[in-house]
């Protein structure tokens, strides 16, 4: 009998313990969702003259609660030229998205993390500024999703506006605004 009741007891804690536990559980993950619903996330390849995949590109960029963050990866490699050849990895700490009349729009800028070769022809160095202009503009059957990169920074992301870039050859841009 002292045995059934030390059971009872016990699956009555731990009854109480699991409802508290579920209830903190179900408030988590609206405080989390709340601040990643604006995004551009992609990655793909743009062709030059005959040469495919002449630039590659992947980035994920985001806004949360604490701000922009995310990371992008950009690649040359032409056929004519290995001095031209570059790798150059983007610490994001800025994404400005915004509705366009064919999808929608960003840009991301941030800092080199890494770029190889160090002493390249373009002049990108590590923990020099980024900038990135996206376009979603792929589900509106008139434009490809546009991507270009600029090798020096400028004003800050969140000050620019529309623009034009490189068509995507083959890849996906993925842009979500602000509800």
């Not at 699956?11 to 604006?38: K, Q």
């Not at 922009?68 to 790798?87: H, V």
């Not at 064919?102 to 160090?118: H, K, L, M, Q």
């Not at 923990?127 to 090798?151: E, H, M, R, T």
Request: net charge negative; charged share 15%; hydrophobic share 40%.
């Amino acid at each position: 009998m002292q045995t059934h009741r030390r059971h009872r007891k016990f699956n009555r804690l731990v009854a109480s313990l699991a409802l508290a536990l579920t209830y903190v559980l179900m408030a988590v993950p609206t405080t989390v969702a709340a601040g990643a619903d604006v995004y551009g996330v992609g990655g793909g390849s743009v062709n030059f003259g005959t040469q495919t995949k002449f630039a590659k590109f992947a980035f994920s960029a985001h806004t949360g609660p604490s701000g922009d963050f995310g990371s992008a990866r950009w690649t040359l490699e032409p056929a004519f030229t290995g001095d031209d050849r570059i790798d150059v990895h983007v610490d994001v700490d800025c994404l400005n998205v915004f509705p366009a009349a064919f999808g929608a729009e960003g840009w991301i800028s941030g800092t080199v993390d890494r770029v190889t070769p160090t002493d390249n022809s373009f002049g990108i160095t590590e923990g020099g500024p980024q900038l990135l202009y996206i376009a979603d503009y792929d589900q509106s059957g008139v434009l490809d999703d546009q991507f270009n990169v600029f090798f020096t920074g400028g004003p800050p992301c969140d000050a620019l506006g529309p623009s034009s870039g490189v068509n995507v050859d083959q890849g996906n841009i993925n842009i979500k605004l602000a509800d």
